[in-house]
């Protein structure tokens, strides 16, 4: 009977997150158009958490990428700060990074990391890696 629950309360355990995900998604990028980034970066940055237990990094990407495809102009910057704030509460330092594909002098390409410790938690496969493009912030 048990063993027959398990595979709802993950399913329920799933959709929440996704909700979670998606409600933060939300209000980063309305805070982005509103506010702009600096601002939203004070405000979201009270919430860090001593790390209680290990965060699933594949968790937190495929809920906050997931979610974007439902916010309008979700862009690679909305994601990294969502995830960022999500992984603050949890107590796991990561950092943005932002850069610029100068190989094209015509069209230059912005692109926003997640990365905590080395792994590249979102904004992956955009624009390559973060060590190929021009740092532009931290």
């Known amino acids: 009977w048990l063993k027959?629950?398990?595979p709802i309360r993950s399913q329920?355990?799933?959709a929440a997150h996704f909700a979670i995900c998606l409600g933060v998604v939300c209000v980063v990028r309305v805070g982005l158009?509103?506010?702009g980034y600096k601002r939203v970066d004070e405000l979201l940055s009270?919430?860090?958490r001593v790390k209680i237990r290990p965060v699933d990094l594949r968790k937190v990407a495929w809920g906050v990428s997931t979610a974007a495809r439902y916010v309008p102009h979700a862009s690679c910057l909305t994601q990294?700060?969502?995830g960022r704030f999500l992984l603050?509460?949890?107590g796991q330092e990561s950092t943005i990074r932002i850069g610029v594909d100068g190989t094209s002098p015509e069209?230059?390409?912005?692109h926003a990391w997640l990365i905590s410790g080395k792994a590249?938690?979102?904004g992956g496969p955009g624009l390559g890696s973060p060590a190929s493009q021009r740092r532009l912030f931290p």
Not at 107 to 110: G, I, Q, T, V
Request: glycine share 0%; hydrophobic share 55%.
């Open 107 to 110: 069209s230059l390409k912005a």
């Open 120 to 122: 590249i938690v979102l």
């Open 88 to 90: 603050a509460r949890r």
């Open 33 to 35: 158009s509103t506010i």
């Open 12 to 14: 329920i355990n799933k």
């Open 4 to 6: 027959s629950i398990m």
């Open 80 to 82: 990294a700060v969502a």
């Open 46 to 48: 009270r919430f860090h």
